[in-house]
């Protein structure tokens, strides 16, 4: 075994140093060895061209951080193949699909993309599907390493004890409760923005550019540039009433006018390609009328009187009437932004909307506000009910107020504990070999110590 396994280093040695040696042919380089994976250099200048089209600064010693990323990433696979971890071409797919719709977005249009990579949009999806495959099979089993790690309360406070004098102190900290009440436009008030879309539907069939009248008419940010094309997309994408045009269609096709939660769509299909659609679409947005907020303004008093004369429940009158899809179900709460997936509704005062915090700046543990016109994100107007449910003073951590925290914070301990000790085991048995190009990065100094496989 020993003598196969020597064999086998020196076919790998032999094999870099081929590939050195073509280096000056201007063919691929070999950044690194992982066991049976290698990391072509070719690999890397993507991903850092990718850290560049994000807006980031240059910055050569990034690579050093992406290398280290990537050896992570093959000895995650490595493992994975071992247990039989995989990933579905579909996830796959959706994941490349979702960072090419964001990628379109942030240049303004498939075309400028396109521009800036100096390729086509479906070469640059196949180049970055390795990798993208590569990363979701790293998280699988990333997390499969760490699926059955769970804290005691007795750990906690071992942890917490273990703090010293880094114990943290927290801003003030308040929960807040909200509902959100969207005007309602009657079928007349949106007869007149279905026959704006209607007319450009009959001019597109009239013989006008369907991409033309997309760049000029259609109030969808993110596609009117481009078009209207969206690129190809899956049926858990989009809403509900846009999909089922979408792939009822066939290709050169167009919809009729159609209604969603956004407004009114025209679509024509580009291209259909197994389960999933490449399609161009027209946007009309029905606009607030000043008799609808007249009429929610009047919902939003009713509902105000019914919660201060306690007929009522907040969390109930949020569950019922409430526009906001993300808060209704939870009592109305808002959630933490920066510690959803806690679902923690204590959010640090400092992060919240400026406008809620003008609000409840004032206001008693336990008040509801009157009513308040607002402006969404997206430019659209309504009213928004809030309530205070609590406020936590500035103060240092402590168990009492602060187990939550503490406990999610000594899990993540034990997890990256955890984490450290599996990956420094899986350095010390695997062969790994980095290019002498990335000698001066300091973190990748501890992958470069002799492991017990390399002996």
């Known amino acids: ?96 699909n979702k960072r090419m719709r964001y990628s379109m977005q942030r240049a303004g249009g498939q075309e400028r993309l396109e521009q800036f990579l100096n390729k086509s949009l479906l070469q640059y999806k196949d180049e970055i599907r390795p990798s993208v495959k590569d990363e979701l099979i790293a998280q699988k089993m990333q997390a499969k390493i760490t699926e059955n790690i769970n804290v005691t309360p007795m750990e906690v406070e071992k942890y917490f004890k273990t703090l010293g004098d880094s114990i943290p102190e927290f801003n003030t900290e308040v929960e807040v409760g909200e509902i959100i009440l969207d005007p309602k436009l009657t079928k007349a008030e949106k007869q007149k923005f279905h026959d704006k879309i209607e007319a450009l539907r009959l001019r597109v069939k009239s013989g006008d550019d369907f991409g033309v009248l997309a760049k000029t008419y259609s109030e969808d940010p993110g596609s009117s540039a481009d078009g209207g094309d969206l690129g190809f997309f899956d049926r858990s994408t989009m809403a509900k009433e846009f999909t089922a045009w979408a792939f009822k269609l066939k290709a050169g096709e167009m919809s009729p006018v159609f209604e969603t939660e956004f407004g009114f769509h025209i679509l024509q299909v580009i291209e259909r390609r197994g389960e999933q659609v490449h399609a161009r679409h027209i946007l009309v947005r029905p606009a607030t009328t000043p008799e609808s907020l007249t009429r929610l303004q009047l919902h939003a008093d009713s509902i105000y009187k019914n919660i201060s004369s306690k007929k009522i429940s907040f969390a109930a009158a949020a569950s019922l009437f409430s526009d906001n899809k993300e808060s209704k179900f939870n009592g109305g709460m808002m959630l933490n932004a920066e510690n959803v997936q ?62 939550p925290k503490i406990r999610d914070a000594a899990q993540s301990d034990k997890i990256n504990r955890t984490l450290s000790e599996w990956f420094e085991k899986r350095r010390e048995s695997t062969y790994i070999k980095i290019d002498d190009e990335f000698n001066t990065c300091d973190e990748l100094k501890i992958w470069t110590k002799t492991s017990t496989a390399a002996k």
Request: hydrophobic share 40%.
């Open 1 to 96: 075994m020993k003598k196969v396994f020597l064999v086998a280093i020196a076919l790998v040695c032999l094999f870099l140093n081929s590939y050195a040696q073509t280096k000056k042919h201007n063919i691929d380089k070999v950044a690194a060895v992982v066991g049976n994976n290698i990391v072509l250099l070719s690999d890397l200048n993507q991903q850092y061209t990718q850290y560049l089209y994000q807006g980031n600064p240059a910055n050569e010693d990034v690579k050093c951080k992406i290398l280290q990323n990537t050896l992570t990433q093959k000895l995650l696979k490595q493992q994975a193949e071992i247990d039989s971890v995989m990933v579905e071409d579909a996830q796959v797919d959706d994941e490349v």
């Open 342 to 403: 806690a679902r923690s509704t204590f959010i640090p005062i400092d992060k919240l909307d400026p406008s809620v915090f003008l609000v409840i700046d004032t206001m008693k543990i336990g008040a509801v506000s009157k009513p308040n016109l607002y402006t969404a994100a997206d430019g659209k107007q309504g009213y928004r009910i809030l309530y205070l449910k609590s406020k936590i003073p500035p103060h240092k951590a402590n168990m009492a107020q602060d187990f």
